[in-house]
């Protein structure tokens, strides 16, 4: 268990659909992250938000839009997605570092994933 | 151009035997270098940071160098055994807020 839990597990989708991946962190920290990891591919950062501010929006398609309406609670809408955005989703959250301040390590707390199938 | 490799896909080793991974990276300059465990169908586990200004860091098996001048981090796990079987991931901060990752290495102990 490590304090960051993803809704649903597992999601299959027509092009055509409209779902949503949910992230919930249960540790206090104020940025969260989405990552897509395919296979062979490294994982690719997707969003960060840090004090549910926007911070990174790292060229991805329109059709995968987030949303953090507090610091606990992430989401990722999908809308007409292709068979290539076949991958595991996943959630990290961590504390933000101020600088170069040694206060905290940066490290993310990732959750299990979404896995997501694209028909 | 900017980029994190770690040089081996694939690492099989015997049981007992010293595993080393390779991390290195081109056009950045990280204040620290993280490194993950991921076991498959799984999200990746922090295992340890090494900051610029330290050569080694060390927590139980693991070992952990970081030489900046060769923009290279090794991972080593010593006494291996087959549940430290896993993909192992490097990872730096490129840029404030944003933590990139390498492409990992799959390691099998073999008893």
């Known amino acids: 268990e490590t304090g960051v839990t993803q809704t649903p597990r597992h999601l299959v989708m027509g092009m055509t659909n409209k779902k949503s991946l949910k992230c919930e962190q249960h540790?206090?920290?104020?940025?969260m992250y989405w990552y897509k990891q395919s296979a062979k591919k490294p994982l690719e950062l997707m969003f960060v938000?840090?004090?549910?501010?926007?911070?990174e929006n790292n060229s991805v398609p329109s059709r995968f839009s987030p949303e953090c309406p507090n610091s606990s609670h992430l989401f990722l809408h999908l809308h007409t997605l292709q068979p290539e955005d076949s991958a595991l989703y996943l959630c990290?959250?961590?504390?933000?570092?101020?600088?170069?301040?040694?206060?905290?390590?940066?490290?993310?707390?990732f959750g299990e994933g979404s896995r997501l199938t694209v028909l | 151009s900017q980029k994190i490799e770690q040089n081996s896909e694939a690492l099989n080793i015997q049981e007992g035997k010293t595993a080393t991974l390779t991390c290195n990276y081109t056009n950045y300059s990280p204040a620290y270098l993280q490194w993950y465990r991921q076991d498959p169908g799984r999200g990746p586990v922090f295992l340890l940071l090494i900051r610029e200004n330290e050569k080694e860091k060390r927590k139980e098996r693991l070992k952990v160098t970081f030489d900046t001048t060769l923009k290279q981090s090794l991972f080593h796990i010593t006494a291996s055994q087959p549940a430290d079987s896993a993909t192992y991931l490097c990872a730096l901060e490129s840029s404030a807020s944003k933590i990139i990752f390498g492409s990992g290495t799959r390691l099998s102990i073999r008893p």
């Open positions: 540790l206090g920290h104020n940025a």
């Open positions: 990290a959250s961590s504390q933000e570092k101020i600088g170069r301040s040694n206060a905290n390590t940066g490290e993310l707390f």
């Open positions: 938000y840090s004090l549910e501010e926007r911070v």
